[in-house]
């Protein structure tokens, strides 16, 4: 499933850079991350299940709200 994630505006590819690192760290089964230019403040991110994007996002610097956006954007 691909979840949208919401971010600080302009810091998308830094909020990227450290779920990438956290994946490697913690063995995280998210399959992509993705930074589109013309979607200023979201990043998409695929994963097995919610609870693997929550548990990524987490103390994550940049992460505005709750982080998930439900519904379509």
């Known amino acids: 499933m691909i979840f949208p994630v919401r971010t ?3 810091q998308e590819r830094l909020v990227v850079d450290i779920i990438t690192n956290k994946i490697k760290s913690d063995e995280l089964q998210i399959y ?3 930074v ?4 200023k403040g979201y990043i998409l991110i695929e994963a097995e299940d919610e609870l693997t994007v929550r548990h990524s996002i ?3 610097p940049h992460i505005k709200g709750q982080g998930i956006v439900k519904g379509a954007i």
């Open 8 to 10: 600080t505006v302009g």
């Open 36 to 39: 589109i230019p013309g979607l």
């Open 32 to 34: 992509s991350l993705s």
């Open 58 to 60: 987490t103390n994550t």
